[in-house]
């Protein structure tokens, strides 16, 4: 019989430690939530990551190896190595790195080892698109159109494509991250690309397996957040809208969904479906269904993420439910600890992505944060991955923050956004704090109503580099205020006395 | 010690001034002999690199640094890369004559590309300049004959000092 261990939180769970199979914000989540439950917690973390946050907060922290993320996060065997010398008998694996590796799940249970995650058989299932789909439509749950399971050859690609309709996107089975993905407008295209993805769906994923749907150009990206328990209970918290999105990577995301607001007919069957696909597959623990969606507002399955995501946040500001401890308490045999007629989603919540980045480019920034302001506040929760006075690793996420603000209103939790931007200040790096501020403040995003391609079509509004520091009304005084920073004579060293600002808190 | 001075935009004289308790500020706006500051530096710390700016009635953190090779000034809320700045002013082409080249900050010639007499292209480099620890590459601003280099290499500048004057090209 498993040992069930009673802890200080009031909490009874089979397992005692939790160690943190991941980096960053994401880890520093876990630690957390796992130290509220009154578990013990372990860190695991590389070269780069000696001074990062998560290593510093949790109980202890195994070296597991060089910056390369193949070398440290990305090896099971020494994560399971820093298990063992620590005793951990529960793993978290975040987002990324391992966190839908089915191996991976089946070698914790092996170690005897609880992996606060759905099944590797779920993992399995919803890792493969083809068999996602097909498992989906079986649920009853409404797929893009495209063809049934692997493309035998061009000739059948062809056949597919004319069924459905150009443009259409070929896509690798075993794929994921934006690889093994092309968009065809014509048949010329589609010739031009099948050998293409065939081969990078082999060299890439190891699985020559490609198919083909229907491509939907600038859809909304709306996704429901599931949580289900190991006794068939299984529940939705609403709906997340993440269309603010560039190279396939979202920055901005929100709950509800803007683009529902005033639809609950439509929301209300995005969530069944969703629910029903989740229990059909038997579903256990915290997973994300992503759904495409037009502009009539129909709705088309697009992937399951078997594991937590990046913008949890935003779902767990308006359903007041701390989605990762409901992780660890599921992994625990938990019933959930709420009823869906119980959830209610109150006011409105917003997530900004705050990277080290390029504002015009987006290419990545990387370097060292000497100073880091970070907002406050009422209804603003800050889930930083970086403490000041560290540097931004360049083999991972150059993130820095996730910075939410909840409203009562979608009004009210864009206005606090904003407000939260303006407090946020990184010295040392270029950020995306700027680019943020304009999306927020752009009619296309406040209208509620913006696609995919809301970053692309008015990148010229929003990578402005004109801007000018707030309370420099002209380029006049901003001119003056450089020339005055440029006179050397102007570097007067500053005396004894400390800095009046606070600059610290994560 | 000597007061700086420089041009902007509007080309009235502007007083950089070192006040008595060390800090600095600009005087002198509008031609008025006005002795309220409009722009005060309270206090540079070198090694947060910080600047605590008054600007007219709002007091301001700003952080100057270097990122990949480029100066960047950042405040809460936002960031600029100083050297995708246009520096220098008065290079449009108005009424059929090329205004002279001036330098907008202080600055130390670096190198200069062009002699007198030299015919030169819109976009072809000029001057380089280093200004905030940075090289700023100065261009043609159209297709032009150089009049007169009014600087040379090693030269320290001030704002406002004319570095290159046009003529017509034909």
């Not at chain 1, 058989?121 to 989906?136: C, T």
């Not at chain 1, 007629?341 to 992505?353: D, F, M, T, Y």
């Not at chain 1, 950020?431 to 209208?447: K, S, W």
């Not at chain 1, 079509?457 to 000018?468: R, V």
Request: charged share 25%; hydrophobic share 40%; aromatic share 6%.
């Amino acid at each position: 019989m498993t040992p069930v261990y009673l802890h200080a939180s009031g909490v009874t769970l089979p397992f005692k430690k939790v160690l943190i199979a991941n980096r960053g914000e994401i880890a520093v989540r876990v630690i957390r939530a796992a130290k509220e439950l009154g578990l013990k917690t372990v860190a695991v973390y590389s070269e780069a990551d000696k001074n990062s946050p998560h290593a510093l907060l949790a109980d202890e922290a195994v070296h597991i190896g060089e910056a390369e993320a193949k070398k440290s996060y990305l090896a099971p065997e020494k994560i399971m190595a820093a298990c063992k010398a620590t005793g951990a008998d529960a793993l978290h694996p975040g987002f990324g790195f391992l966190s839908e590796n089915a191996e991976f799940a089946r070698t914790c249970a092996k170690n005897e080892i609880t992996f606060i995650g759905p099944s590797p058989e779920a993992m399995d299932l919803m890792g493969d698109k083809l068999s996602a789909r097909a498992a989906m439509k079986k649920a009853g749950v409404p797929i893009v159109p495209g063809s049934d399971g692997a493309l035998k050859d061009l000739a059948e690609a062809k056949k597919v494509a004319k069924e459905i309709g150009f443009p259409i996107i070929l896509k690798a089975a075993a794929g994921g991250g934006g690889k093994g993905m092309r968009v065809a407008q014509n048949d010329r295209e589609l010739e031009n690309f099948f050998e293409t993805v065939q081969r990078e769906a082999l060299n890439f994923f190891n699985d020559g397996s490609v198919f083909l749907e229907r491509y939907a150009q600038n859809p909304h990206h709306i996704e429901v957040q599931i949580l289900a328990d190991s006794h068939g209970n299984v529940c939705h918290l609403f709906e997340r809208e993440c269309s603010v999105q560039r190279r396939h990577q979202k920055v901005i995301e929100e709950a509800p969904a803007p683009f529902l607001i005033g639809h609950d007919e439509i929301r209300e069957k995005l969530f069944q479906v969703a629910v029903q696909g989740a229990k059909r597959i038997g579903y256990v623990n915290a997973g994300t269904m992503e759904f495409v969606m037009d502009g009539e507002r129909n709705f088309y399955f697009l992937e399951m993420n078997t594991r937590i995501q990046v913008e949890h946040p935003v779902t767990e500001m308006i359903t007041g439910i701390d989605i990762v401890k409901e992780q660890i308490l599921i992994a625990g045999g938990h019933k959930l600890s709420f009823t869906q007629q119980e959830l209610k989603a109150n006011g409105h919540a917003i997530e900004c992505r705050l990277y080290a980045e390029n504002p015009h480019t987006f290419l990545p920034s990387p370097g060292p944060v000497k100073e880091l302001l970070l907002p406050g506040g009422p209804f603003v929760r800050v889930d930083a991955a970086m403490l000041p006075g560290q540097t931004i690793p360049l083999e991972y996420d150059p993130m820095i923050a996730k910075l939410c603000a909840w409203g009562r209103s979608r009004q009210e939790s864009m206005n606090r956004m904003a407000r939260a931007l303006g407090e946020t200040g990184v010295a040392g790096c270029l950020t995306n704090i700027e680019f943020l501020r304009r999306a927020l403040a752009h009619q296309v995003f406040r209208g509620g109503n913006y696609t995919t391609g809301f970053i692309e079509a008015e990148k010229k509004a929003l990578a402005d580099p004109a801007a000018l520091p707030p309370g420099i009304e002209t380029e006049e005084e901003f001119r003056e205020l450089i020339a005055l920073l440029a006179s050397s004579e102007a570097k007067v060293p500053l005396a004894s006395e400390p800095a009046p600002w606070r600059t610290t808190h994560v | 010690m000597s007061d700086k001075s420089y041009v902007p935009a509007s080309g009235e004289q502007i007083q950089v001034k070192k006040s008595a308790d060390g800090s600095h500020f600009v005087e002198g706006r509008g031609g008025q002999s006005t002795h309220k500051p409009a722009l005060q530096l309270e206090r540079i710390d070198h090694q947060t690199q910080r600047v605590l700016a008054t600007f007219k009635n709002a007091r301001r953190l700003f952080w100057v640094f270097e990122s990949r090779g480029k100066r960047v000034l950042s405040w809460p809320g936002g960031s600029i890369e100083l050297d995708s700045l246009d520096l220098t002013e008065g290079t449009g082409n108005s009424a059929g004559k090329l205004k002279p080249l001036k330098l907008t900050m202080p600055g130390k010639v670096v190198a200069v590309k062009v002699k007198q007499g030299d015919l030169v292209e819109a976009s072809q480099p000029l001057i380089v300049v280093e200004a905030m620890k940075m090289e700023n590459l100065l261009m043609a601003p159209a297709r032009a004959k150089i009049a007169k280099v009014h600087v040379a290499t090693g030269d320290r500048l001030e704002s406002g000092t004319i570095l290159i004057t046009f003529e017509a090209a034909d």
